[in-house]
């Protein structure tokens, strides 16, 4: 498999602050490859260094195999959508999107030809003539990629692009984006602190954290198997307990909780008796009057409130010693009786539930 863009210890440091620590991935050809993590972790300091707006404080960016140090940024071979789209408002539609190649010096038919092309592969045929405020939101961030689209570039990268857009535009959107990658076939790179964006659309995903990347790895990987806490927790919805390891199982650890609650989960790394743990779990993992509860973990909680959304509805409730959970209430059957106020037996599974030693 080739890889369009090679990134090999990656150093950026501003003053006596380290934007991005020592970062290396391969991005292959024709994929999309999302960065996902908070603000600030250092993803869109990364992004700038492939664009070529930042020069890196030490490592190697190659792209297609030509190493891209010193290469300005009107020379590689990528281009930039930003949040905020950057569109003409004084030009037409297909104007905007023939910029960069009048910019080029290509001919007339030829540009002609090619924003044709563009259009139709954006879905947007016979939308040349209008004028930018024209447009719907969706509409726009399609022109926005076809004016980078038109030049051909290796990659397309991506900086929180639906971060403007209403819910059920981006919602629409995510969807829109990943057709359109498949359609055009170009390598996109995607940054966001948006985890439904990244999981959605991406083949695979990087977890940004304090500048370092936490974990590499298909969105199903990352939300099943974290390999750290912080990706256990960034990535998807999660309930967390504290505890104690009481004894160690074959694969498993039986877990005191600090509320006195004792679990059996995995645990990610071998933990020793009396190591400090935190266990993590799924809101979904958890199964409401399990009608068979052996080899489940199984505790009573009290319902404080039905969060109602559609197929996404959970509940919030409550243990004994007022600790917080998240139940997701599931599609395959009816919970109607269950009111604000109601005790109800929750129990999981042991492979549901994963141990970390505690930081620190």
């Not at 003409?88 to 030829?110: E, H, Q, S, W, Y």
């Not at 900086?159 to 857009?165: I, K």
């Not at 370092?212 to 990352?222: I, S």
């Not at 790394?269 to 009396?274: A, V």
Request: net charge negative.
């Amino acid at each position: 498999m080739t890889n369009d863009l090679s990134v090999r210890n990656m150093v950026k440091r501003f003053g006596d602050f380290l934007a991005v620590d020592n970062v290396s991935f391969d991005v292959p050809t024709g994929s999309f490859f999302s960065i996902l993590g908070p603000s600030g972790c250092g993803k869109t300091t990364l992004l700038r260094m492939i664009a070529g707006f930042e020069a890196p404080t030490s490592g190697s960016i190659e792209i297609r195999g030509e190493d891209m140090l010193g290469v300005p940024p009107n020379k590689r071979p990528v281009n930039l959508v930003f949040q905020h789209l950057a569109l003409f408002p004084m030009m037409n539609v297909a104007d905007n999107i023939a910029f960069g190649l009048k910019r080029r010096g290509v001919d007339a038919p030829t540009t002609s030809k090619k924003v044709e092309a563009m259009l139709e592969r954006v879905g947007l045929p016979g939308y040349g003539s209008k004028q930018i405020n024209q447009l719907s939101g969706g509409q726009k961030q399609r022109v926005a990629i076809a004016r980078c689209l038109v030049l051909e570039p290796s990659v397309l990268l991506l900086d929180e692009p639906l971060g403007a857009l209403d819910l059920k535009l981006r919602e629409q959107m995510k969807v829109e984006l990943k057709k359109l990658q498949n359609k055009v076939g170009t390598t996109f790179i995607y940054i966001t602190h948006d985890q439904s964006e990244a999981l959605v659309m991406s083949d695979r995903v990087a977890v940004m954290n304090n500048g370092r990347f936490e974990q590499v790895g298909t969105p199903q990987e990352l939300y099943g198997e974290p390999d750290t806490p912080f990706v256990a927790q960034f990535v998807g919805d999660t309930n967390k307990w504290s505890g104690v390891v009481t004894q160690g199982l074959s694969g498993d650890v039986l877990v005191t909780t600090d509320e006195g609650y004792s679990f059996r989960a995995r645990s990610h790394t071998p933990c020793h008796q009396g190591a400090r743990v935190d266990l993590f779990l799924r809101p979904e993992a958890m199964v409401i009057e399990p009608r068979d509860k052996e080899g489940l973990n199984v505790f009573d909680v009290t319902v404080k409130s039905i969060l109602f959304d559609g197929a996404n509805s959970r509940l919030l409730t409550l243990t004994e010693q007022e600790h917080e959970l998240i139940v997701t209430l599931p599609q395959n059957r009816r919970f109607d009786h269950i009111e604000p106020g109601n005790v109800i037996t929750v129990g999981w599974h042991p492979e549901s539930g994963v141990c970390f030693e505690a930081e620190g």
